[in-house]
């Protein structure tokens, strides 16, 4: 799971928002900890093409997320998220990211 340099340097800054046919990783759909308010599909948005998009970066193949992959490297350690809402929003992906491999108690 490692960034795969494709040019001389890999700037993650400098890229493009491209097409990503297989859409989000979870939605409103999805059973995790999403906060109601942060649900674009209850709150009258009713098309999806928004989220089917991902990050490229021009000199950089970025991997996509392996949730199975995080958990066996995050075994037995800590992890805080200090912040804002911005870091409690990162808190929120995560584990929304996490579901798919791990049910929450």
């Known amino acids: 799971m490692r960034i795969k340099k494709i040019g001389k340097k890999c700037d993650m800054f400098k890229g493009d928002w491209v097409p990503y046919p297989e859409g989000p990783y979870y939605t409103n759909e999805t059973k995790c900890l999403m906060d109601n308010r942060q649900n674009c599909m209850k709150f009258g948005r009713p098309d999806t093409e928004f ?3 991902r990050w490229k970066p021009d000199e950089c193949e970025l991997p996509l ?3 199975a992959r995080f958990l066996e490297l995050v075994r037995g ?3 805080a998220f200090i912040g804002d809402s911005v870091a409690r929003n990162q808190l929120q992906s995560l584990v929304c990211l996490l579901t798919s491999v791990s049910a929450l108690n």
């Open 65 to 67: 997320f392996d949730s």
């Open 77 to 79: 350690k800590a992890m």
């Open 51 to 53: 989220m089917k998009w």
